[in-house]
């Protein structure tokens, strides 16, 4: 199977999918791209041979259309058969979503279907929440609302901060979404829960 990525910022998820993709793991990247230039995330890719693209968001002011069809544009160039948004911060329309519908996952730092949206851990301390975590799920056009793939818990702690929860929650992250990736391309649907 051939995976591209889409990140915004640091792509820490993005790199441990890459340097799980080896060996006879049933997928391989093809592309990251991010709708950033200053993106971190796009010399630890291309540091690790995989090939990179920018589609920067802002040129198309506010026209989701125009951005969308320039990302599609550019996924054509590599014809992947799965698509991983992996710390990826643009909302996408129907209009992209629908044609990967089933085949596109996003990391969300929740469990899902708690706290759609940002401010999760913040979200989850104010609730005083005593479990949280991260899911990996097929989007839909709905956001951070599709079946989910996985999920991993962590136990809030009472000095947590939101900082301190986020940070335990991304090496979550960073063990969920590779363990989701080999089994969904693997065509295996069962969950992933750690
Ligand atoms: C993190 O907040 C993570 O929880 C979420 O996206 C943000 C950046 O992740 N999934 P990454 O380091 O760019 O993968």
Known sequence: KRVAIFISGGGSNMVRLLEDMVGDHPARAVLVLANDANAGGLKKAADLGIETAV???????????AF?????????TVD??????????RVLTEGFVAPWEGRMLNIHPSLLPKYKGLHTHARALAAGDSEHG???HLVTPALDDGPILGQAKVAVQSDDTPETLAARVLT?????YPAVLRRFAAGDPTPVML
Do not use: S, W, Y
């Open 55 to 65: 589609v920067d968001h802002r040129p198309f002011n506010g026209d989701r259309a």
């Open 68 to 76: 969308e069809a320039a990302l599609q544009a550019k996924l054509d």
């Open 80 to 89: 992947p058969d799965i698509l991983c948004l992996a710390g990826f911060m």
């Open 134 to 136: 991260c899911t990996v």
């Open 172 to 176: 979550k992250e960073h063990l969920l």
